[in-house]
């Protein structure tokens, strides 16, 4: 399996290339984000629960979100591979998911870090705000305390992976197409190291 961890800071661009990569590589697309406003959404205990953080610029239980991830994973054993994107977002995130990539027979093959500056996030941010109807996007305060949970407790989240080596990192500011051949290369390439393999 191909399982990319797509790694950046809210705003980063990680949602938009994403979506390139799962119609190019044919992979089921995780965000937990996305999870987490379809359970708010529904109307779910788990959804309401989790708004008030989303509200406050912090980050869900581990638990809950590790939960909502291994049933979809459970559920599309046989894909080709999975992108999570916004998860792991905390160390003790990405040893539930090696735990629960090791239980079905896979691991994670690469984590890919896009590089946007603070300045640049809360600008895109404030931008999407005006279209996505994300109420997280409208205000600046919020955004600042989310990429501030990102640099406290996401980051090193990176050098877990770095650890396994497993990680690399592109530019995220310029063309979106530019962005999405570079992130290409790395994927063609453990590709072909994972074709070497077999
Ligand atoms: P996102 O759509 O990835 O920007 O996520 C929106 C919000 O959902 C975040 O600010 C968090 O409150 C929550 N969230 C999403 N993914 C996670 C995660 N992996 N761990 C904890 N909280 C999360």
């Known amino acids: 399996m191909l399982n990319i961890v797509l790694f950046g800071p809210p705003g980063a661009g990680k ?3 994403s979506q390139k ?14 999870l987490l406003r379809s359970e708010i959404a529904a109307g779910t205990v788990l959804g309401l629960e989790a708004k008030k953080l989303m509200d406050a610029g912090l980050l869900v239980p581990d638990e809950v979100v590790i939960g909502m991830i291994e049933s979809k994973v ?3 054993r046989h894909a080709a591979g999975f992108i999570f994107d916004g998860f792991p977002r ?29 300045e640049e996030l ?5 931008l999407r ?17 989310r990429v ?3 640099n406290t407790k996401t980051t090193p989240v990176a050098d877990y992976y770095a ?36």
């Open 122 to 126: 809360t600008k895109r941010l404030l």
């Open 163 to 198: 650890g396994q080596g497993k990680y690399c990192a592109v530019d995220g500011i310029g063309d979106i197409e530019e962005i999405f051949k570079s992130l290409c290369q790395h994927i063609d390439a453990l590709k072909e190291k994972q074709e070497e393999k077999k």
């Open 21 to 34: 990569l799962i119609d190019k590589y044919n992979l089921i697309h995780l965000s937990t984000g996305d």
């Open 90 to 118: 905390t160390v003790p995130q990405a040893q539930g998911l090696d735990k629960l990539l090791h239980e079905n027979g896979t691991e994670i093959s690469c984590m890919i870090a896009l590089r946007v500056d603070d």
């Open 74 to 76: 459970k559920t599309h």
């Open 15 to 17: 949602g938009t290339q």
């Open 148 to 150: 501030q949970e990102y």
């Open 129 to 145: 705000g005006k279209t996505s109807g994300r109420p997280d996007d409208q205000n600046e305060a919020l955004i600042r305390k």
